[in-house]
């Protein structure tokens, strides 16, 4: 009796190596399987670029009153959720920097003092910006909050995200390289016809740059137009080309001098020494803000920062990790082809590693989402420096194509990349709708001529919890013209 258990157990034990090495096998095999044929969308809105609205445009309004606040913005004033940092213009006079804030709009008893800054930039000088941090919020809490007090008064409201935690929803717009044409506008439109918690913004916010002397009043329109959603939800800023703003021949050598009068982010909070790399959490959700115009090379502060950060992430909290960065990893248009070749060599392993679910860069003024795929295997000596298809690896999504005076990318790399599973130069938006610890369903939106129609949604499956989830298997939809 005895023996037939041993001889059981010493046949389990057999089942079990054998299980574990099928399991190590197969695992071993996914990262070279293979995925469908990419599809590369002929649907083409136009060609030409837009010019930027007129000055006088009705997106452009000023509120009405004596030294109104205007282009009301807000962003995330801490890592976890619970802090708002404010921002505002008054241009006749400093006014002040308070913010009265409360939970109902009749009942506005918090105050929070702010700062007040301003700049020049070659002949600009800009109004009166100021920013102010509410701190001690509640999680996934609907507060109203007034600004312009002995002035005009203008009254918002916004909700704070929700309590870091594997199960919570969150849904999470998408939108890069917005600018302020009549394609920008549209693109905001399509948006709020069913808006998000927040907004993950992938770079090059105003297009300022490209008027003569990178006219300022640019950066004033943009942030009036974009009012209307930022003043409401927290915008994720990620720096672009077009916030560098390196002008020597205009006496201006601080880089992102305007973008960071006007934009702050709360990157003390993630231990970040740089406001354009920094890391925040929401609900579910660990985003980390990288900067593709700031040194990344080994021992640089972001290198450190990025090191340490990955090391940091809590997956049993926050089980979706992603990264936001302006230059695409991972891009088979001929715009900016290999810009961001430096940043994925280096960085790269690094988010295999780390299982990072997904990249999401702008830049490129198109649309493009790629399989799981890596390219890590190359060093100097070996040669191997092929993208393969990888389960470990991050979906690189490519959103710079929120319609800017520049216009779009229109040519691509022929074949089609393996990696690259849809592709398309048209304008548009994409939304990020995490449901739980698992799944979360995405979707990108083009422009089509006015109308917001889903092109490209699939099933994102969790890379902490089924990292080894083939997700590219699961149904996705697209309407494509091929
Ligand atoms: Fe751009
Ligand atoms: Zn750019």
């Not at 105050?111 to 509410?134: D, K, P, Q, V």
């Amino acid at each position: 009796m005895e023996r037939t258990i041993l001889i059981m157990k010493a046949a389990a034990a057999t089942v079990a190596v054998l299980l574990a090495v099928a399991v190590l096998a197969a695992e071993a095999a996914a990262p070279h399987h293979q995925y469908p044929r990419g599809v590369t969308s002929t649907y083409r809105r136009k060609l030409e670029a837009s010019e930027d609205m007129p000055l006088d445009a009705d997106v452009f309004a000023v509120p009405p009153g004596r030294n109104a606040p205007q282009q009301v913005h807000i962003t995330l004033g801490d890592q976890a959720g619970t802090a708002m940092t404010v921002s505002w213009v008054t241009m006749e006079a400093e006014g002040n920097s308070t913010v009265l804030y409360g939970r109902a709009a009749g009942r506005l008893d918090l105050a929070a003092e702010g700062t007040t800054t301003r700049y020049t930039f070659y002949n600009y000088t800009s109004g009166f910006i100021h920013h102010c941090t509410l701190t001690g919020l509640d999680h996934a809490t609907r507060y109203y909050y007034a600004v312009g007090h002995g002035d005009t008064v203008r009254t918002f409201w916004f909700t704070t995200p929700p309590r870091p935690g594997p199960d919570a929803p969150l849904r999470l717009g998408l939108i890069g390289d917005l600018g302020q044409t009549a394609d920008s506008n549209a693109t905001l439109a399509h948006y709020e016809q069913h808006p998000g918690a927040a907004v993950l913004f992938v770079g090059d916010l105003s297009y300022a740059d490209k008027h003569p002397f990178h006219d300022s009043r640019r950066w004033d329109t943009w942030g009036r137009f974009s009012e209307r959603s930022v003043a409401y939800q927290p915008w994720i800023w990620t720096a672009g080309n077009h916030e560098v703003e390196y002008a020597p021949e205009l006496g201006e050598t601080t880089a992102f001098k305007p973008f960071a009068h006007r934009y702050p982010t709360p990157y003390r909070a993630s231990g970040s020494s740089e406001p354009y790399w920094y890391s925040v959490k929401l609900g579910p959700a660990h985003i980390i803000v990288l900067s593709s115009y700031s040194a990344f090379g080994k021992y640089t502060p972001q290198f450190k920062w990025l090191e340490a950060e990955l090391a940091r992430v809590d997956r049993e909290l926050t089980p979706w990790l992603f990264i936001s960065t302006h230059v695409p990893w991972y891009n088979s248009n001929n715009f900016h082809f290999m810009e961001g070749e430096p940043m994925r060599v280096q960085f790269e392993k690094m988010a295999v590693d780390a299982r990072v679910d997904a990249v999401f860069a702008g830049h490129v003024h198109a649309y493009e989402r790629s399989h799981r795929f890596s390219n890590i295997q190359y060093n100097i000596t070996d040669g191997r420096c092929t993208p393969v298809a990888d389960r470990r690896a991050p979906v690189y999504v490519v959103i710079g194509d929120g319609g800017n005076i520049e216009g779009l990318a229109d040519e691509l790399t022929w074949p089609q990349p393996a990696y690259s599973a849809f592709r398309e130069y048209s304008f548009g938006h994409a939304v990020l709708d995490i449901k739980n610890r698992t799944h979360a369903y995405y979707a990108w939106y083009r422009n089509h001529d006015g109308n917001k129609v889903t092109a490209d949604a699939t099933w994102f499956t969790n890379r902490y919890h089924m990292p080894n989830h083939d997700d590219s298997s699961v149904s996705s939809k697209t309407t494509y013209y091929a």
